[in-house]
């Protein structure tokens, strides 16, 4: 799938964010393959191995669409969101997910 067909098969979904598929400063390659992925029995990724395909070489970016949120008192903003993992450089989709996140997307870090 490219980007064009998938802004048109997303288009009545809330967009929430975009972000760079990198590595944290003080983490290694390894350490952010690990946190893509099945670690949560309540989020899935397709492929399943998704985070061993990435290349985390700033190529590849995340798009945040909303399929969920709710406002817990004391708690904060909770959201449930589909993960789309996109390769700019060869213009396609590589894998998909669902993700919970605390927090307004605003304060979302600029990577996943």
């Known amino acids: 799938m490219t980007k064009a067909e998938l802004d048109s098969a997303l288009q009545d979904i809330s967009f929430l964010r975009e972000q760079l598929v990198a590595v944290y400063p003080n983490r290694t390659v390894k350490e952010m393959r690990g946190i893509i992925g099945p670690h949560d ?9 998704l985070g061993e395909q ?22 904060g903003w ?8 996109y390769d ?21 870090d600029e990577k996943f």
């Open 88 to 108: 700019q450089k060869n213009d396609k989709v590589v894998g998909w997910g669902f993700f919970h996140e605390i927090g307004k997307p605003d304060t979302w």
């Open 54 to 75: 990435l290349r985390f070489d700033g190529n590849e970016k995340v798009f945040s669409y909303l399929i969920h949120k709710k406002y817990v008192f004391a708690n």
């Open 78 to 85: 909770f959201f449930d969101y589909l993960a789309v993992f």
């Open 41 to 49: 029995p309540s989020e899935w990724c397709y492929p399943e191995a």
